[in-house]
């Protein structure tokens, strides 16, 4: 197998939270799609020069500030590929097709898979994942949990998560079907902490997988336009919900908790190791709040998820 070509790609954002793509020529590998911009790593050169050195070259840009997103491995019957993606949120000059390649700035949720090389859907499926993930709590009665799920919505929350373990299965399903019916009305996602079957019953988003569930699944059911999610806690756990096929992991406890005051925590430096170290999306999870963002992504986090820094507010 010939060597992997290391390609430093950029996620270009304008501040109105689009993304920008370019058109490859006909004649190049992957020819007529769309892509995101960017090129090979020349030897001995670090991946945020070369990104910095393609897009002055294609764009006439200088990124000025970025953050990783993901590592994807990818085989291509020709090529093995390794796209070393990074969300630039800041850069200087006005992106322009210096070598002659249409450009468009698109909403991330409008960016279709099939017009891009194969490599490149993986980073669709982050861009089109939230960068906060509520995760539901305890409530005192079944009205004041949908009180508090609408609530999630109405601050403008897209994806939310229902876990309820304390509930005999009979009465999640029927609550997951309150807040299935009240997720469509605010053209919300809902991803159910629960097997994969509930979903012939209550057609959500998609299912989120807990440790137990993650280690009996022999392979994934789910359609593709379905989300799979994990809760993991070391790499190895990591590495299976990456080869199961699961679109998205969250990885704790990044902080020390309230909840588990005695389970030791991973830190930033670890938490870090294990993302760079599998292609999944990752979200931090554990002693974290919306205002804990910035560093998560800086750490190569897609997101954070949480349950009391969202379940409660406004409450």
């Not at 090979?40 to 840009?61: D, F, M, N, W, Y």
Request: charged letters at 20%; aromatic letters at 6%.
């Amino acid at each position: 197998m010939s060597e992997r070509l290391h390609v430093a790609v950029g996620v270009i954002e304008d501040t109105a939270g689009r993304v920008l793509v370019a058109l490859r020529p006909a004649r190049a590998h992957q020819g007529g799609l769309w892509e995101f911009p960017g090129g090979k790593c020349e030897p001995g050169e670090s991946v945020q020069a070369a990104l910095t050195r393609e897009l002055q070259e294609e764009l006439g840009i200088t990124p000025l500030h970025c953050v990783p997103l993901c590592r994807i491995r990818h085989d291509y019957a020709d090529r093995q590929v390794l796209l070393d993606v990074w969300r630039v949120t800041r850069f200087s000059g006005t992106p322009t097709g210096l070598e002659g390649q249409p450009l468009r700035w698109i909403e991330p949720d409008l960016l279709e898979p099939a017009e891009f090389p194969q490599a490149n859907r993986a980073i669709i499926r982050r861009l089109q994942l939230p960068p906060l993930l509520p995760i539901t709590g305890a409530a005192a009665s079944p009205e004041e949990f949908l009180e508090r799920f609408t609530h999630l919505l109405t601050d403008g929350h897209r994806v939310v998560q229902l876990r309820a373990p304390e509930l005999p299965v009979a009465q999640f399903h029927a609550l997951a079907r309150r807040c299935l019916s009240v997720a469509r009305e605010h053209g919300a996602r809902l991803l159910l902490n629960a097997d994969c079957d509930l979903l012939h019953t209550v057609p959500a988003a998609g299912i989120h997988l807990n440790a137990r569930r993650l280690q009996a699944l022999q392979a994934r059911t789910l359609e593709d336009s379905q989300l799979l999610g994990a809760s993991c806690h070391s790499l190895a756990q990591l590495q299976r919900a990456e080869a199961l096929g699961a679109d998205y992991a969250l990885l704790s406890p990044v902080l020390p908790t309230r909840s588990h005051p005695g389970q030791p925590a991973l830190g930033w430096e670890a938490f870090e190791a294990c993302v760079r170290a599998v292609g999944i999306a990752v979200y931090a999870l554990g002693g974290l709040t919306a205002a804990d963002l910035d560093t998560a992504r800086r750490h190569g986090a897609l997101g954070v998820a949480a349950i009391s820094a969202f379940w409660g507010e406004g409450i």
